[in-house]
């Protein structure tokens, strides 16, 4: 049987921690990462008997990878710590594992709360790299959206994670408009040019997408509000790269005299 490593990365999820780990609370060994939380976070990890490290945050994909590096089996499970194994899933990778993965890594199905309630399993839902052999992973240093990558054959289980990161629209339109701000700084690193057009035609396809072909109309009005989210979030991450361009051609020349600088906070380093 295969020993697994669980790694999670923190900053004050005292909120969320505690069913995250509960859900892995079987695993051979549980590393957290946390970037000096101020709450209840550190005592949680050490409850349930978590290898704990304290570093300053690296960024999304360096940070998994410190976490990653910490563990000590060849196998592990990346968690985020607002994200659980549901009791299926806990199953079915314990299985896995006492037969033998066959496979370099596994993506494995997230079930999102969407703000009051959880996205119905008939939907379609979204597969994450999460399970796997770190001997022949890395994980990438995207400053959004970082994840791990496999050298190898990757397949997918069952049943599905669960994931609490929206718990309100609040939440959900801060995060986009957060992220949507740091890959601004990542599209120009890699010379992406912006295209106005896009803003016309990719948020309806987007849509669409998002609430027929992902069939979040199954989940009722907190499906269509979600879509919708989504949506200006696609349309965010093309606009602020069009804004980016714009500040870079005409600075303050479109504006009357002696207006403000430009605060901005997707300048590249």
């Known amino acids: 049987m295969e020993k697994l490593s669980a790694f999670v990365t923190t900053f004050n999820n005292a909120h969320t921690l505690r069913i995250c780990l ?47 590096e ?8 990346l968690l985020d710590a607002d994200e659980a194994l549901s009791p299926k899933l806990q199953l079915e990778v314990q299985q896995l594992l006492k037969n033998g993965p066959q496979l370099d890594g596994y993506e494995l199905p997230r079930q999102e709360q969407m703000f009051w309630r959880m996205a119905s399993t008939s939907s379609r839902l979204n597969g994450f790299l999460r399970l796997f052999d770190k001997s022949k992973a890395r994980v990438s240093d995207m400053p959004i959206h970082a994840a791990p990558k496999v050298t190898g054959k990757v397949g997918r289980l069952n049943a599905p994670f669960y994931h609490f990161g929206e718990v309100d629209i609040h939440t959900k339109v ?14 120009v690193a ?11 035609v990719y948020p309806p396809v987007f849509f669409l997408r998002q609430y ?8 009722g009005w907190s499906g269509f ?8 979030y696609a349309f965010l991450k093309y ?31």
């Open 190 to 200: 890699r010379g992406k040019k912006p295209n106005p057009w896009i803003l016309l």
């Open 22 to 68: 509960e859900s892995v609370q079987w695993a051979d060994e549980i590393v957290v990462l946390d970037s000096f939380s101020n709450d209840e976070t550190m005592q949680i990890a050490e409850d349930f008997g978590a290898k704990t490290f304290q570093h300053e945050f690296l960024g999304y994909g360096p940070q998994k990878q410190s976490a990653m």
């Open 174 to 187: 801060d995060k986009i408009n957060s992220y949507s701000t740091g890959l601004v700084v990542d599209k």
């Open 70 to 77: 910490k563990t000590s089996h060849r196998w592990v499970l």
């Open 239 to 269: 606009a602020k790269l069009f804004e980016y361009a714009q500040q870079e051609k005409y600075g303050t020349d479109l504006l009357p005299k002696n207006a403000p600088e430009y605060q901005r906070k997707d300048r590249p380093k």
């Open 212 to 219: 027929v072909v992902k069939r979040n109309f199954l989940n």
């Open 225 to 232: 509000i979600a879509a919708a989210i989504n949506t200006f």
